[in-house]
């Protein structure tokens, strides 16, 4: 089994390496600051991961909190600030924002944070570069799933690539950066009828869609490489709290070639791109 697992650690502390050296070597002091609406569990847990790897690497970070109530221009003000702020060179907004807030008040603060500060790649200017291939910050958790692709020496070029899911913050970007880098990308969402007709024809099948233990054997074909970014929280059949993906891991492990377990795959990967963008390397 093991010979079948692509981990993210490795590919994670490698990058976080190369992050730490750059900072050492140029002796740069930079900031990141972090936006939170509403203190949901598991924002707080990623935030506080995040700051952790901060102040591994010595980038200083602060965290600024909102209540669910709060009105949205205070939450401009503040990025105004932050954008003029030399001494802070990344800001994140961390999501999902609360349901108090609509579509149109998540894209106007997404869209106030400066795109050169924009370390998590949401602003519309980033989006854009990013889909006609220009340098740009790339979201996170996409360009990790790339950079562990990248590690572990998977093949693009040619390949049928199914994403399921569709969010700005992982299939969509992902979608456009693997179609740049040689891959046939089809995407898939919860409207998508028949998806079980699409995915056996995957070479790669990435999964972002929330959906615990979706994915069985049935769904895909022999040999198959599978990248697995659901975190999915679930009470198992022995009372317990486990954190399980969107595949259903055990049934599918004898069909494929490789997978990422959960936790263990896409996770750390993340951070260490925030990272990366944070130094600017
Ligand atoms: N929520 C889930 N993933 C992310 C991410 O990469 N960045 C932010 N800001 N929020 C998230």
Redesign the pocket.
Known sequence: MEEKLLKGAPVADKITEEVKEYIQKNNIKTALAIILVDERPDSLT?IRLKRKKCEELGIRSFLFTFTRDNPVQHILDLIDELNDNNAVNGI?????LPNTFTDEDEYKILNRISPEKDV?GFHEVNMGKLMLNKDAFI???AEGCYELIKHYKIDLHGKHVVIIGSSK?VGLPLSILLLHKGATVTMCNVNTRNIKDITVKADILISACGVASLIKKDWIKNNIVIIDVGINHIIDANDKERIVGDVDFHDVLDKVKYITPVPGGVGPL?VATLMKHVARI
Do not use: E, F, M
Request: hydrophobic content about 35%.
């Open positions: 990623y994140i907004v961390q999501l999902p998590d979201p996170c958790t913050v993340t």
